[in-house]
């Protein structure tokens, strides 16, 4: 079964600075998918950023972006500029191949404190 | 509103109560999933609909709980002679194109205490 794992229960950053989030996931696809969601405190959560397996180029969306190493099956989430809005629990996730498991697998979490 | 409702978005339960937890997905999305996320955890896979169809309950921890989505638009995820080990947030989750882009739209939860 897929796993992933977030090794940083806890992260904190200073306001405008970068951090990063760390995530491995363990699987023996090829083809597969990976998410960051943001889940602020009693907030739905939302997604922040995806990555096709297939795509050698890292996903980005504005401060957003990520470092994805398929052969260490890693994928670091890099917030940039951060801002207050940025304090939230963040969830690395993974989803298999089109016509495997229909599933998001997500890790326990990393919670960003962002101070100001 | 445009966004997946969810209710009651809390409920205490007396241990051994059935409890009936509803989703409201977003119009028009055909995939909906039910998701447990305790306390400090991540949101643990229950069940999946693809419209009216369940085709994934493996996640279920045991026969007390059980989903509906008969209509292919509503859900419900009922859990009978709730214990102790039930309580934790219920979050559902629709999307138009799971199968496509893998991206989930979720609700604010149900949270769940059973005393």
């Known amino acids: 079964a897929q796993t992933v794992t977030q090794s940083q229960p806890e992260m904190s950053v200073q306001e405008a600075e970068t951090v990063t989030l760390s995530c491995t996931y363990d699987?023996?696809?090829?083809?597969?998918?990976l998410f960051w969601y943001k889940q602020p405190p009693s907030r739905q959560m939302i997604l922040v950023i995806r990555?096709?397996?297939?795509?050698?180029q890292n996903a980005t969306e504005n401060r957003f972006s990520v470092n994805f190493q398929k052969a260490a099956k890693s994928f670091s989430l890099k917030i940039s500029d951060s801002q207050l809005g940025d304090a939230a629990m963040y969830f690395c996730a993974y989803k298999g191949p089109q016509g495997g498991s229909e599933k998001l697998v997500f890790g326990k979490g990393t919670k960003l404190t962002v101070n100001p | 509103g445009a966004g997946v409702s969810q209710s009651p978005r809390y409920k205490v339960a007396k241990r051994g109560q059935d409890v009936a937890l509803r989703c409201d997905p977003i119009?028009?999305?055909?995939?909906l999933f039910w998701y447990q996320q305790a306390l400090g955890q991540g949101p643990e896979f229950l069940t999946y609909f693809q419209n009216e169809a369940q085709l994934d309950k493996s996640g279920l921890p045991s026969d007390r709980f059980f989903a509906e989505r008969p209509e292919g638009s509503v859900s419900t995820l009922k859990i009978q002679r709730t214990q102790q080990e039930d309580s934790a947030v219920y979050l559902c989750a629709s999307s138009p194109s799971f199968f496509e882009t893998g991206e989930l739209f979720f609700g604010e939860g149900s949270r769940l205490t059973v005393l």
């Open positions: 119009s028009g999305h055909v995939s």
């Open positions: 990555q096709e397996a297939y795509k050698q």
């Open positions: 699987t023996s696809e090829s083809d597969y998918y």
